[in-house]
């Protein structure tokens, strides 16, 4: 599979070292420029390389959005539109400045991403450790194998970031479709940075 990840943080570059490590090619990219990413491609090996954000988005049939939510009206959404996106991301006012929509919950930060770009937003990766999505990947049938919640409108693209998650050493939960889904995995749930196993997530998921 083609995977472009727009965000070469800790999130960013954790998933592009997890998805060349198992033959998914991969084009990185982040704000600065494909220059300023050399090293740690390098470091990474395999089938991954740098380039522009627009190349990351043109390129991916999946498309890793890891960057701060604020800075999200900079995603090239004219050719994420339509496309899988997984959306890493998470609302903190302090860093992103406030947004009256999300300060009142009347929506979500996956939904008004998926509002900007069109895309088939999957909400994934933003509830886990970066530490833990680094450094736990566990095969399957591992007791110590931890959960991913997955929220998404799109059951077809769901089921691909799922794929993906399993592939590479987690379980995916499903907490839903996007809104109400994504807000029992954001900031302040009982799940988010929580050391869980899949049945310990889907039990907490339900009671949310």
């Not at 933003?126 to 409108?153: C, K, Q």
């Not at 077809?156 to 050493?169: M, T």
Request: glycine fraction near 14%; hydrophobic fraction near 40%; aromatic fraction near 6%.
């Amino acid at each position: 599979m083609r995977i472009g990840i727009i965000g070469a943080g800790r999130i960013g570059s954790s998933l592009a070292r997890h998805f060349a490590g198992i033959g998914h090619e991969v084009v990185l990219a982040n704000s600065r420029g494909p220059e300023t990413l050399q090293a740690l491609v390098t470091g990474i090996g395999g089938p991954v390389r740098a380039g522009t954000v627009e190349e990351a988005a043109a390129f991916g049939q999946v498309v890793v959005v890891s960057v701060p939510y604020g800075r999200h009206r900079e995603l090239p959404a004219e050719t994420l539109r339509g496309k899988v996106v997984i959306d890493t991301c998470n609302y903190y006012p302090e860093r992103d400045g406030h947004d009256a929509e999300l300060d009142g919950d009347s929506t979500t930060s996956s939904e008004k991403i998926q509002a900007f770009t069109g895309a088939d937003v999957v909400k994934a990766f933003n509830a886990i450790y970066w530490e833990y999505l680094r450094d736990r990947g566990r095969p399957r049938g591992d007791p110590g194998r931890l959960a991913i919640p997955v929220s998404g409108a799109d059951e077809e693209a769901k089921a691909v970031v799922a794929g993906l998650i399993r592939d590479i050493g987690f379980d995916p939960v499903d907490a839903g479709r996007l809104g109400e889904g994504g807000r029992k995995h954001q900031p302040g749930t009982t799940v988010y940075g929580a050391e869980l196993s899949a049945a310990e997530t889907e039990a907490l998921l339900h009671a949310a």
